[in-house]
């Protein structure tokens, strides 16, 4: 059973909702898997997070995927080591987009997911590294010279 408190996993643990359909596209059961991987909303992200930090297109088929995708970059050592933090960031935001929904009835666009992973990450980065002399204009270009 899933482990995450998702629609379908509510829905098979027989609590009363309204629909088991994700709560970001609607497309299907909110299934973990479905909301990290294939709802188009989290493909969007994974795809302009992927843009920003200059790596291949990401394609995952489980969290798993995602939390060890780090694993999987070439290059730049210290680019790399910036790699599963904003992953994490990512996971952490897609998994906050439905309680938003839920709770506070703020319909989060895939673009506000990518600027808090940013912003949060460049906090996050610049007080845990090396990366403490790292600019701004650096990091919203992810481009470190
Ligand atoms: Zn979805």
Redesign the pocket.
Known sequence: MEQLPTRDALRKRLVQIESDA???????A?TDD??FT?????CEVWQDIMAWCRLPPLFAFSISDIILYHKTVKGNKEHIKMVKPIMLLGYWSLWKAPNELIFNRIKTKAAMIVQQVKALGFRWIKASSKRGLMTEEQWRTFEFG
């Open positions: 994700c709560s970001l596209s609607e497309e299907v909110e479905h909301l294939a709802c188009s909303f989290a």
